[in-house]
T-cell receptor, first 112, second 113 residues
Framework: SQQGEEDPQALSIQEGENATMNCSYKTSINNLQWYRQNSGRGLVHLILIRSNEREKHSGRLRVTLDTSKKSSSLLITASRAADTASYFCATGLNTGFQKLVFGTGTRLLVSP | DAGVTQSPTHLIKTRGQQVTLRCSPKSGHDTVSWYQQALGQGPQFIFQYYEEEERQRGNFPDRFSGHQFPNYSSELNVNALLLGDSALYLC????????????FGPGTRLLVL
């Protein structure tokens, strides 16, 4: 079963606009990660935030984590057509062996 | 430096058949995890192999089995295929079992008719 929900399920914006995606999860975690998937192919790791961190930046990406609300958000600034993809959050719980539990994903469409 | 590779890219099988999917991890990685992604859904964890042993398993029936070889490559076997097994099967590798970041291959798309 999925760990949680992502919101919105789909998002359509124009190039240059910002895109915000939200992720909620259910259980305790060690870290939360965001992945991108183009056209149903492999996933590309974007950014990881640990449970003791509240915000992290990487290029045009900004991730926040609120463990009290069991939620995270991914902000993509100044979006480009190449950002069109599905975005998934995944929670990691390290018990000696880490598995990832993915959300349901947000489909982002960036129009030129 | 090659990333994670998977074969075949696409596969068509009929109900009741058996299938074997293959994965070669990224250079330097020793842990392989397998995920199933149904259309329109997020990936779901099947199992993880480290030191040639299954270390963790998700909520999948025994029809799903795997193997890891001494060179760290891995196979996923599915017996008695059902229509519901149609999905994208993703392999991910990491440097060690507890590593936070996993690197994914392009996947094998399985269609069961």
């Amino acid at each position: 079963s999925q760990q949680g929900e992502e919101d919105p399920q789909a998002l359509s914006i124009q190039e240059g606009e910002n895109a915000t995606m939200n992720c909620s999860y259910k259980t305790s975690i060690n870290n939360l990660q965001w992945y991108r998937q183009n056209s149903g192919r492999g996933l590309v790791h974007l950014i990881l935030i640990r449970s003791n961190e509240r915000e992290k930046h990487s290029g045009r990406l900004r991730v926040t984590l609120d463990t009290s609300k069991k939620s995270s958000s991914l902000l993509i600034t100044a979006s480009r057509a190449a950002d069109t993809a599905s975005y998934f959050c995944a929670t990691g719980l390290n018990t000696g062996f880490q598995k990832l539990v993915f959300g349901t994903g947000t489909r982002l469409l960036v129009s030129p | 430096d090659a990333g994670v590779t998977q074969s075949p890219t696409h596969l068509i099988k009929t109900r009741g058949q058996q299938v074997t999917l293959r994965c070669s991890p990224k250079s330097g990685h020793d842990t392989v995890s397998w995920y199933q992604q149904a259309l329109g859904q997020g990936p779901q964890f099947i199992f993880q192999y480290y030191e040639e042993e299954e270390r963790q398993r998700g909520n999948f029936p025994d029809r799903f089995s795997g193997h890891q070889f001494p060179n760290y490559s891995s196979e996923l076997n599915v017996n008695a295929l059902l229509l519901g097994d149609s999905a994208l099967y993703l392999c991910a590798s990491s440097r060690r079992a507890e590593s936070e970041t996993q690197y994914f291959g392009p996947g094998t798309r399985l269609l069961v008719l």
